[in-house]
């Protein structure tokens, strides 16, 4: 596609329930990532994705959060039991190649988790 | 571990006027640098970036950042801003060999005055 897109755009649940956050990066690009942002903590590394292998998964935050990437090409990010400090906007990026570090990322627009 | 500073969390500027956004990295040897721009509702776009060589680069929008390694510094910079240019400006640093995860700053929001 034209760009990196997330699904969906907003996502308000209840607290203890479990949700699926959807990323579908730019054709072709081989290297997915997944970060959080929010007011506390700013922009967060989460996960890193090489085809359908995470090398570095080294910003999840607690065994509630997973992810995984099928076929090359979409993600989705799984928390379980969901907490209030869970509450942010979950930002997907896809890169060409990802090995290099010097690949630009391509950032989607988020989604905007809520947990009340 | 790494870390980025901008100390800078909301800048207010005249529009025509010049725009500076401070960047200070901590790291052992030169990471790789960006500068990111998100505007209100939309994801992060890459203004430029920086490798190596020379020190001055050039982005898209008429933005210019300069690294300088002895002050650990990646400084972006714009001689005339336009009130188009008002968002949050993120400083993002990558570890060579790191898989391109990125460290960002806090963020510096400007605001653009008529």
């Known amino acids: 596609g034209a760009g990196v897109s997330q699904s969906p755009s907003n996502k308000v649940t209840e607290k203890g329930k479990d949700v699926e956050l959807r990323c579908d990066p730019i054709s072709g690009h081989t290297a997915l990532y997944w970060y959080r942002q929010s007011l506390g903590q700013g922009l967060e590394f989460l996960i890193y994705f090489q085809g359908n292998s995470a090398p570095d998964k080294s910003g999840l935050p607690s065994d509630r959060f997973s992810a995984e990437r099928t076929g090359g090409s979409v993600s989705t990010l799984t928390i379980q039991r969901t907490q209030q400090e869970d509450s942010a906007v979950y930002l997907c990026?896809?890169?060409?190649?990802?090995?290099?570090?010097?690949?630009?990322?391509?950032f989607g627009p988020g989604t905007r988790l809520t947990v009340l | 571990a790494q870390s980025v500073t901008q100390p800078d969390i909301h800048i207010t500027v005249s529009e025509g006027a010049s725009l500076e956004l401070r960047c200070n990295y901590s790291?052992?040897?030169?990471?790789?640098l960006f500068w990111y721009v998100q505007s209100p509702g939309q994801g992060l776009q890459l203004l430029l970036k920086?490798?190596?060589?020379?020190?001055l680069v050039q982005g898209i929008k008429g933005f210019e950042a300069e690294f300088k390694r002895s002050q650990s510094s990646f400084n972006l910079r714009k001689p005339s801003v336009h009130w188009s240019d008002a968002a949050e400006y993120f400083c993002a640093v990558g570890e060579p060999g790191s898989y391109n995860k990125l460290i960002f700053g806090a963020g510096t929001r400007l605001a653009v005055h008529p």
């Open positions: 990026a896809s890169s060409l190649v990802g090995t290099s570090g010097t690949d630009t990322q391509y």
């Open positions: 920086y490798f190596s060589g020379d020190t």
């Open positions: 790291y052992g040897a030169t990471p790789y």
